[in-house]
């Protein structure tokens, strides 16, 4: 593989560690926060745990603006000083408004990178290593998250006020990636649709390692000159927005971003005390990570709906056990086993696929459009859950909830096998044309 398209993918991907870990060091502030503040089950969830949450959802609905705008460059810079901005914030927060403004501000930073990160990546990586370059965005949102349980259990009863240590020391990673992702060049196919600057198009494809950039080049013209509007909600693009809505949907209806939010409160409630439960929480991101690895591995070798079925299967057999071992008060292990099994399930399906998927189903013109409503929709069904979940926990059962998220899992791996065509090995050009092309339907 070429030394500087994996420099710079690896580069950019480095947004995704601020991402994951953002999602997860709330955590561990999670139930201090909410004895400090003395906040109810339903203002906690709506201010306190989603308000990062409903920041993604702006950030993912507005991203395609700056992305193709200003570029994904620029835009890459100003998710890392969102960042930077938020953590700052939310440490140094006095009361419960400022600080879910803060981690509204994060949010935003979220949304925004779950678009232009992909995009920028599979703009510069030839169709055969894409998959898993993309996926190294994966791969940072799991080793941030793994990094943040670390670190909220490590600094738990180190500091006096340790959640505002918790959320303060990711200025530290903010920083770097702000000085890292300077030095990254503009994607090239912006270069060429945005501001018709062949030379410099052709010279980032060039030191990208693309075998033929010329050709790449002739086939970006082509594939534009077909397309017969911009205007993502037009029957032309049905088939990718379909796809994309209901690959964000179910994402969420796995019952992840609940696990990774409340995995302390959840082995909790499985018996287990504070102490092991932020520990076993920290084995998850472990598990994510190293699953995560496999994922990318088997992604451009077996293709993205191989892996989204397999997933599929395990999310079923993964969340069955869970209800099983709430149902029939089994020990806190055989929760965290299955907890474990739930998230390997995730990592090598879902969580691999996702951002990968997304951004090779739509066409160059639309690409950042169709993104963000893929994203958004991630990020509403995340901050939905997020917002319900305080309250869902003190109205219904462990069981009731975790069977419902086997139920969402089974629905998934139908409409994969039914409705998802696979991508992997094929340009972006050529998906953007078989996908919106006037025979193109969702089984092709």
């Not at 505002?164 to 200025?171: D, H, N, Q, T």
């Not at 809505?245 to 969420?252: E, I, R, T, V």
């Amino acid at each position: 593989m070429n030394h500087k398209l994996l420099l710079w993918s690896v580069t950019v991907a480095c947004a995704g560690f601020l991402f994951g870990f953002d999602t997860a060091v709330i955590s561990g502030a999670d139930q201090p926060i909410q004895q400090l503040w003395q906040t109810s089950a339903l203002h906690h969830g709506l201010f306190i745990m989603s308000s990062a949450l409903w920041g993604t959802v702006l950030g993912a609905l507005l991203a395609n603006f700056p992305c193709d705008r200003f570029g994904r460059k620029p835009t890459l810079i100003g998710i890392g000083i969102l960042y930077l901005l938020s953590a700052l914030g939310s440490a140094l927060a006095t009361d419960p408004v400022f600080f879910s403004l803060m981690r509204f501000i994060g949010g935003i930073g979220v949304g925004i990178s779950s678009i232009a990160v992909p995009a920028y990546i599979a703009e510069i990586a030839p169709a055969q290593q894409r998959g898993r370059l993309v996926a190294l965005y994966q791969f940072q949102i799991v080793f941030g998250i793994l990094i943040a349980f670390l670190s909220n259990y490590l600094l738990a009863e180190i500091f006096f006020l340790d959640w505002r240590w918790m959320l303060g020391i990711e200025v530290i990673p903010a920083a770097l990636y702000l000085l890292l992702v300077s030095v990254v060049p503009e994607s090239p196919r912006w270069l060429l649709l945005h501001k018709n600057d062949h030379q410099a198009a052709l010279g980032v494809l060039s030191h990208s390692g693309e075998a033929n950039p010329g050709q790449v080049i002739t086939d970006i013209r082509n594939e534009q000159a077909k397309r017969s509007s911009e205007a993502l909600f037009n029957r032309v693009y049905t088939v990718p927005v379909v796809l994309a809505f209901l690959l964000a949907m179910f994402n969420q209806l796995s019952g992840i971003n609940f696990v990774i939010y409340f995995a302390p409160r959840i082995f909790n409630l499985a018996g287990m005390d504070s102490s092991s439960a932020l520990l076993s929480s920290a084995g998850i991101g472990v598990v994510n990570l190293l699953f995560t690895l496999l994922g990318m591995l088997l992604i451009d070798k077996i293709g993205r709906k191989t892996l989204l079925l397999a997933g599929s299967v395990g999310y079923v057999i993964s969340l069955t056990a869970i209800t099983l071992a709430f149902a029939l008060n089994l020990s806190g292990l055989f929760v965290v086993v299955f907890i474990f099994m739930f998230i390997a399930a995730h990592a090598v399906g879902q969580g691999a696929v996702i951002w990968v998927y997304i951004s090779e189903i739509f066409p160059n013109s639309v690409r950042t459009k169709g993104q963000s409503l893929g994203s958004s929709t991630h990020w509403v069904f995340a901050a939905l859950i997020t917002l319900l979940m305080p309250l869902v926990l003190s109205t219904f059962s462990p069981v009731t909830i975790f069977a419902f998220f086997a139920i969402m899992m089974g629905l998934q791996g139908v409409c994969v096998l039914k409705l998802f065509p696979e991508t992997r090995g094929k340009s972006l050009e050529a998906l953007g044309l078989s996908l919106t092309g006037k025979s193109a339907g969702l089984g092709e």
